[in-house]
């Protein structure tokens, strides 16, 4: 404990110099923290979004055309196959161009959540499965609009009902949220039956299936089994697992991570430079000041650790407010990729990479501290 | 005259002492030559993915959209599109037909060779005198698709980056098995490109449209009239673009989050090895200033001292620039990349270096400014009472 004002004042010894120290070892860490947390939270993501859940769109493309419903009696009896649904997907317009709410229609029959990444309440479930017009919205979107349950939502789509007209009104019978990264932020989930009945056209399509698989293990070969049953068809699928459509999604990322590399290491190593510098620079005016210490007892150990300790005081400090400033923007990047955030085994290997630096930045003026003769120290001066 | 020959006078002394000073140097030009190294290779992804898709554009060269689309949005009615072939100052190929190229879309997928992953790949059903439109295209094996067959070649990027793409193969696409007959290049473009016959894609995918029109004017001078031309026929709603502007206007978004990227991180590396000068320069001040008090007691005058530390901080940013440029150029030219599935080339280019440079110029300037001050500011007194 009486290290410690020893520390300390060893610290404050130069201000101007520990400040700049300081502000270069944040600046680098925020750096790394950026762009070493980004890779590895999309990493995370991918690794999060789940392989049992397979979407059956058609090969021609994701929206470019629609899958008859039969289809679904047939994925269905496919080996492997748990849970299939109907999906079908348009945009709203509610009140203004610019609020645009995704409109999901699904088929609320028994278990249909286990083929999304929807979480509902039991009660709002019960509600949306009763009430032909009902819609469940995303929490963030009800509470952006002020929905509340029991509402009704006026929507302008491009879609026609049998009347010819392209609104549609909904009632709000809950909300729900969503653990995937694919989906929108400002969706409405509404009855497929009630839309296939009520529309002018297509009806009896849809835009895809989801399938959800028994076996994760199995997901990739009842994939393939299905692009296969419906192969040589007018309606040829593609069946790709949420996982697999969150890497190509993020694949971009990680097709950069030469770069990432690079950059970090021209951080780590420039940063080993400075610290390494400033340390050899503060030992070198401080020889008289070591040399005293010795006279009054310090071991050559002691010194050494003291010396060490100084410099990964000031890094792991300085990392960590790098490191913080970092985690700031990671809010802002959630708004392009939803659901990232800081992953916290970044936080800890940045903490310590600083205490690296800072070890070996200071071991050789450590070293030299420690072996400091106190005779010739304190003759030179 | 003073003023030249006491600035010249500090500098010289100045960087006969460098020697001495190894540690603080290095970290100046380490820290400078990481930072401007890091920048122009943020940037050379832009540089390069910029020469990729304009690198063999041709000002006589016209892309047709339908108007307010582009791309994959574009969709151009079989009655407009045979009007286009009808238009004044389109260049004649070898058999004197005009050379108007028709293009149609559609998507289609590759598996990674590397990865395995599938990647989204458009298919481009394309007229045959697509030859005489892009004469950098050079068939390196096999030949041209027959119309009506269905047939696909492929240019030699994607039998590099794919599997499915080596001359024989069968793709199946649309339930029908599609052989691969011929491999090409396409001057500098990196990006896989898979054409097949536009007749034999529109009909297998009941299209009746075009994507796009393709056409090569008499001269590029001839431009502002095929505008002109387009404007003025009713039965046209079509928009012509120049090659390269159609180009960059595609890859208007990526440029420019390549650009906020770079400057981004640039610019963070940038604070970060300016903090390191200006400490490091701080040290070399600070062991000198009972020489530069000396310099003063003697008449020496501020300004020459301010400008000659300036001046040191600029000498030694330089050469920390010069291996900043030399490494990006050494570590990533002509390397390939492909982020969101485009493929091309990271591109060292001398402006890029001039850039690197100037970039290094200002964290000198910026690193000087305060040790040069405290150099200039300091009592004589105190300073020769020090150390």
Not at chain 1, 91 to 108: D, E, H, L, N, S
Not at chain 1, 168 to 191: A, R
Not at chain 2, 240 to 263: D, G, H, I, P, T
């Amino acid at each position: 404990m009486r290290f410690l004002p020893l520390i300390w004042s060893g610290i404050w010894r130069k201000p101007g110099r520990t400040i700049l120290i300081f502000l270069q070892v944040s600046v680098a860490f925020a750096l790394f923290g950026m762009l070493q947390g980004l890779k590895t939270g999309v990493e995370h993501l991918i690794a999060e979004a789940r392989a049992d859940l397979l979407i059956v769109h058609s090969r021609v493309g994701f929206f470019a055309a629609s899958l008859p419903l039969g289809m679904l009696e047939q994925i269905k009896s496919l080996p492997g196959v748990n849970v299939v649904n109907p999906v079908e997907l348009f945009g709203g317009i509610y009140q203004k161009t610019t609020q645009q709410v995704g409109i999901v229609a699904v088929r609320p029959d028994e278990d249909w959540t286990s083929a999304f990444t929807f979480v509902i309440a039991p009660e709002y479930l019960d509600a949306f499965r009763k009430n032909r017009t009902g819609a469940l919205a995303r929490a963030e979107l009800a509470r952006k609009y002020g929905w509340k349950v029991g509402d009704h939502v006026p929507l302008k789509t491009n879609v026609a009902q049998l009347s010819g007209s392209k609104d549609w009104t909904f009632e709000i019978v809950g909300t729900f949220t969503d653990k995937d990264i694919g989906g929108g932020n400002d969706n409405i989930l509404i009855n497929f039956a009630y839309l296939d009945e009520a529309r002018l056209l297509g009806k009896g399509t849809v835009q895809h299936f989801n399938v959800a698989v028994s076996d994760p293990k199995l997901a990739m070969t009842v994939a393939d089994e299905i692009d296969r049953r419906f192969a040589n068809s007018p309606n040829e699928t593609r069946s790709e697992s949420l996982r697999e459509m969150a890497q190509s999604n993020l694949q971009a990322i990680g097709d950069l991570n030469f770069l990432i590399r690079a950059i970090v290491g021209a951080v780590l190593v420039a940063l080993l430079f400075a610290t390494a510098t400033m340390m050899m620079q503060s030992i070198r005016e401080r020889t008289p000041e070591l040399a005293v210490l010795k006279t009054v007892g310090f071991t050559n150990r002691r010194v050494f650790a003291l010396v060490l300790i100084e410099a990964v005081v000031v890094c792991v400090a300085a990392a960590a407010l790098g490191l913080a400033l970092a985690t700031l923007v990671f809010p802002f990047a959630a708004r392009i990729v939803h659901g990232l955030s800081m992953p916290w085994v970044i936080v800890a290997v940045g903490l310590a990479y600083a205490v690296l630096v800072a070890l070996i930045s200071a071991a050789v003026p450590a070293m030299q501290a420690a072996r400091l003769k106190v005779a010739t120290a304190l003759a030179k001066h | 005259m003073n003023f030249i020959r006491q600035f010249l006078g500090i500098l010289r002394v100045s960087l006969s002492g460098v020697t001495e000073r190894v540690g603080s140097v290095l970290t100046i030009i380490i820290g400078i030559a990481c930072s401007v190294g890091v920048l122009v290779s943020m940037l050379a992804l832009g540089t390069g993915a910029r020469e990729q898709e304009a690198g063999d554009a041709r000002p006589d060269r016209v892309v047709l959209n339908s108007a307010g689309a582009q791309g994959i949005q574009s969709s151009i009615p079989r009655e407009e599109a045979a009007v286009t072939l009808n238009l004044p100052h389109i260049k004649k190929d070898a058999n004197g037909e005009p050379i108007v190229v028709l293009e149609s879309f559609v998507p289609s997928e590759g598996n990674r060779r590397v990865t395995g992953n599938r990647i989204f790949l458009p298919l481009i059903g394309i007229t045959a005198n697509v030859t005489a439109y892009l004469p950098e295209m050079q068939f390196t094996r096999g030949r041209m698709f027959q119309r009506g067959l269905h047939e696909l070649i492929a240019s030699n990027p994607c039998a590099r980056q794919f599997t499915g793409f080596e001359m024989g193969d069968r793709r199946s696409i649309h339930g029908i098995d599609w052989t691969i007959v011929g491999h090409f290049d396409q001057g500098r473009s990196q990006q896989c490109a898979v054409f097949a016959d536009v007749d034999t894609i529109m009909s297998t995918f009941s299209r009746n449209t075009y994507s796009q029109v393709l056409m090569m004017l008499q001269s590029p001078a001839d431009y502002d009239a095929i505008r002109e031309a387009l404007q003025v026929n009713p039965t046209l709603h079509l928009e012509a673009r120049r090659e390269r502007e159609a180009a960059e206007e595609q890859f208007k978004v990526l440029n420019s989050l390549f650009s906020f990227v770079s400057y981004f991180i640039g610019t963070i590396m940038a604070v970060g090895a300016t903090l390191g000068s200006v400490n490091s320069l701080y040290a070399i001040v600070d062991a000198r200033l009972r020489e530069l008090a000396t310099l003063r007691a003697i008449g020496f005058g501020s300004a020459p001292i301010v400008a000659s530390i300036l001046c040191e901080s600029i000498l030694l940013a330089l050469p920390g620039a010069l291996l900043g440029v030399v490494l990006a150029w050494a570590l990533f030219n002509g390397l390939s990349v492909s982020p969101f599935g485009y493929n091309f080339q990271l591109k060292v280019t001398p402006s890029l270096a001039v850039l690197g440079v100037a970039w290094a110029l200002g964290m000198g300037v910026l690193g000087g400014l305060l040790p040069a001050l405290r150099a200039a500011r300091v009592p004589v007194t105190t300073a020769l009472r020090a150390g």
